[in-house]
T-cell receptor, first 116, second 110 residues
Framework: GAVVSQHPSRVICKSGTSVKIECRSL??????MFWYRQFPKQSLMLMAT?????????EQGVEKDKFLINHASLTLSTLTVTSAHPEDSSFYIC????????????FGPGTRLTVT | QKEVEQNSGPLSVPEGAIASLNCTYS??????FFWYRQYSGKSPELIMS????GDKEDGRFTAQLNKASQYVSLLIRDSQPSDSATYLC??????????FGRGTSLIVHP
């Protein structure tokens, strides 16, 4: 149980284009999903928290107009990186928390984004 | 600013030994404590959660929590080379949004 998927696992895009990453909870309903970014050999950095049906809450320093988050259902959240630049190249990981009230969060396998 | 501190390591132990990973946190109101394992190039995987003082055992893993000392640890018994990874400590309070430590790199050598 508690499986989270992400798609795509890897993506290469040109500078200036937009990329959408999907995060799905496969066997549970997730009222809350989190989006993280991780640079090589660095810690996880929380970008935003999204609750189903409401606007995402972004961490300080994260541009909400650049990183668009949509949590349209209890099993799907999307992150769109708009007008991507090479410095956006990173490992993006989503996680989801079960609506039953258990506090653990389960991570997706991550998406490696390379912007050329 | 809520902080979660871990020694970055690497912690090197021989195969079969006990690996002891430590974590301290700053927020006294913290309620939930987690240990994640992250292999290089992969996403974190939840291995233990603990919510009350004392020990919690799951197979070769034991989590220990001491709220008075604001300290949580993870013991790995009979360490295996496959346990070599970065171990992340995460702590959350009333908001249920966890704060992650930077992680401790563990190397188990044959």
């Amino acid at each position: 149980g508690a499986v989270v998927s992400q798609h795509p696992s890897r993506v290469i895009c040109k500078s200036g284009t937009s990329v959408k990453i999907e995060c799905r909870s496969l066997d549970f309903q997730a009222t809350t999903m989190f989006w993280y970014r991780q640079f090589p050999k660095q810690s996880l950095m929380l970008m935003a928290t999204s609750n189903e049906g409401s606007k995402a809450t972004y961490e300080q320093g994260v541009e909400k107009d650049k990183f668009l988050i949509n949590h349209a259902s209890l099993t799907l959240s999307t992150l769109t990186v708009t007008s991507a630049h090479p410095e956006d190249s990173s490992f993006y990981i989503c996680s989801a928390r079960d609506r039953t009230g258990v506090h653990e969060q389960y991570f997706g396998p991550g998406t490696r984004l390379t912007v050329t | 600013q809520k902080e979660v501190e871990q020694n970055s390591g690497p912690l090197s132990v021989p195969e079969g030994a006990i690996a002891s990973l430590n974590c301290t946190y700053s927020d006294r109101g913290s309620q939930s404590f987690f240990w994640y394992r992250q292999y290089s190039g992969k996403s974190p995987e939840l291995i233990m959660s603990i919510y009350s003082n004392g020990d919690k055992e799951d197979g070769r893993f034991t989590a220990q929590l001491n709220k008075a000392s604001q300290y949580v640890s993870l013991l790995i018994r009979d360490s295996q080379p496959s346990d070599s990874a970065t171990y992340l400590c995460a702590v959350s309070g009333g908001s249920y949004i966890p704060t992650f430590g930077r992680g401790t790199s563990l190397i188990v050598h044959p």
